[in-house]
């Protein structure tokens, strides 16, 4: 999830879809939150969402890792246990 109240589109890359946005669009709240509903293995993934064509990070995440262009991927740790749907 991440508050983008002004953006038009919203989509979410990773290693969970080879890094195509457009795997996964998110869908706008109410609120001004972009949602996206995954279902992933256990395991750790790096993501960034792409708010109107721009990379964006997560500025929610609570870890994040450098990429090979110099900026940030956010990271994502999913556990055996965890049912977690929203990102």
């Known amino acids: ?4 109240p002004e953006a038009g589109v919203v989509k979410l890359a990773g290693t969970f879809n080879g890094w ?3 795997a996964n669009p998110l869908e ?4 001004g939150d972009w949602i996206a ?18 990379w964006t990070t997560d500025p ?3 870890k994040s890792t450098t990429n090979p262009f110099g900026e940030l991927n956010s990271v994502l740790v999913v556990g055996l246990d965890d049912r977690t749907d929203l990102l």
Do not use: N
Request: hydrophobic letters at 35%.
């Open 1 to 4: 999830m991440i508050h983008a």
């Open 20 to 22: 195509h946005p457009e």
């Open 28 to 31: 706008r709240s109410g609120s």
């Open 37 to 54: 509903r995954l279902m992933l293995k256990s395991g750790q993934y790096e993501y960034r969402f792409v708010v109107d064509g721009v």
């Open 60 to 62: 929610g995440a609570p």
